[in-house]
């Protein structure tokens, strides 16, 4: 009977330590290295090469995501029958996967943002400083100008008579529902690339191989077939520019704040909701 009972204290002395929860956990070391917050300011930067090469990425990158995205868009609306093309569906996998290759391709250089919603968000994150953040869009923009120009080139006649892709809130929508389409469809797809990037989640799940771009490029592909019908999902404030620049009909240019109020709306809500409510960062103790 003693032997019993020596058993059960034992049993239960074995862990004596309980895993701690909540702030009490924010307390332990931790097994992986937040990175410092980028400055708002760093001049230093601009006489460095690899911010320029950055940038040029950035707009290689959206170039390239614009003439795939909307050659694949121009094929599909300008077919006689739906069923010969790869329809909606397909349209969502071009700009998910697009995302996904230009996304690896680019992440090692400048981040892989290819988006200014995005850009805007990690800004907020501080995670690069306002000087890159501005070169981005710069870039950003100007890449989706010229990969719109160039499915243009290929023949006018068939862009012009198809909307060059442009955004805009369909018929039957409001422009509300279109503002809050983008303002959702742009938290899922930074929610994401936070999470997806996130040190804390790199150290804990080293055990698994985490390929960061393709839950990215996943939640464009989950975003487009929402929200396609709504406003053909601009979610991407370059994009929309691009397309209404090079295409630059009244129309193209009605709607075109709802594809910049919102995807900056939705991307500010992800920064807010990851940094200070997922990972408490403006909480923890500063070492």
């Known amino acids: 009977m003693q032997a019993k009972e020596e058993d059960v204290a034992l049993g239960a002395n074995k862990f004596p330590e309980r895993q701690p929860i909540g702030t009490a956990a924010q307390l332990q070391e931790k097994d992986y290295k937040e990175p410092p917050p980028a400055p708002l300011f760093e001049p230093g930067e601009l006489k460095s090469w690899s911010f320029y090469r950055a940038g040029i990425a950035e707009f290689v990158a959206t170039f390239l995501f614009l003439y795939i995205t909307i050659l694949t868009v121009m094929g ?21 996967g697009m995302i996904f290759a230009l996304v690896y391709c680019t992440a090692g250089i400048s981040g892989g943002h290819i988006n200014p919603a995005v850009t805007f968000g990690l800004f907020l994150a501080r995670k690069l400083s306002l000087t890159r953040a501005l070169f981005y869009m710069v870039m950003q923009c100007l890449g ?3 990969g719109a120009g160039v499915v243009k080139g290929f023949k006018k006649s068939l862009y012009m008579a198809n909307n060059g892709g442009t955004n805009s809130v369909s018929p039957g929508y409001t422009k509300g529902d279109g503002l809050g389409a983008e303002i959702v469809g742009t938290f899922v797809l930074v929610y994401t690339v936070f999470s997806a990037t996130d040190a804390k989640r790199s150290a804990r799940d080293s055990h698994v191989p985490i390929l960061a771009p393709l839950p990215i490029g996943f939640a464009v592909f989950l975003v487009h077939l929402a929200t396609i019908p709504i406003t053909g999902t601009g979610i991407n404030p370059a994009r929309s520019l691009g397309a209404a620049i090079i295409y630059n009909r009244s129309h193209a240019w009605d709607d075109q704040w709802i594809f910049w109020v919102g995807p900056f709306i939705g991307a500010a809500l992800a920064a807010i909701y990851h940094q200070i409510v997922i990972r408490a960062i403006p909480f923890k103790r500063r070492a």
């Open 144 to 146: 989706a100008i010229c």
């Open 76 to 96: 599909v609306v300008s077919s006689k029958s739906k069923c010969s093309t790869v329809g909606i569906q397909g349209i969502a996998w071009a700009f998910g």
